[in-house]
Nanobody
Framework: QVQLVESGGGLVQAGGSLRLACVVS????????MGWFRQFPGKEREFVAS????????YYADSVKGRFTISKDDAKNTVDLQMNDLKSEDTAIYYC?????????????????WGRGTQVTVSS
């Protein structure tokens, strides 16, 4: 089993920055890809970014390319999401997710483990 705990959410003005962190514990050797998703009220979770455990290859949603950066620290077992130039439309609950299988990693159904989420609110 893998446990995920997010932190770093909060309230920020448009144009500002936040850094989200996801601490991975448990059988950390099991995960193949880590992802960040977000969920708007009344909407399905949507893909934000992902990173490969071994390859470190990163993927981003078009809406965040150039503004968000996903990274990992294997020594600390963390996966971070640096969010710059935040916009009001980035307001959502952000979730960290992990999967231990070879999957595309673009959709929530690809992932086996989830954190509880952290709220990000961007004021305009």
């Amino acid at each position: 089993q893998v446990q995920l705990v997010e932190s770093g959410g909060g309230l920020v003005q448009a144009g500002g920055s936040l850094r989200l962190a996801c601490v991975v514990s448990g059988r950390t050797c099991m995960y193949y890809r880590m992802g960040w998703f977000r969920q708007f009220p009344g909407k399905e979770r949507e893909f934000v970014a992902s990173i490969g455990q071994i390859s470190s290859m990163t993927y981003y949603a078009d809406s965040v390319k150039g503004r968000f950066t996903i990274s990992k620290d294997d020594a600390k077992n963390t996966v971070d999401l640096q969010m710059n130039d935040l916009k009001s439309e980035d307001t959502a609950i952000y979730y960290c997710a992990a999967v231990a299988r070879l999957v595309p990693g673009w959709t929530p159904s690809d992932y086996d483990y989830w954190g509880r989420g952290t709220q990000v609110t961007v004021s305009s």
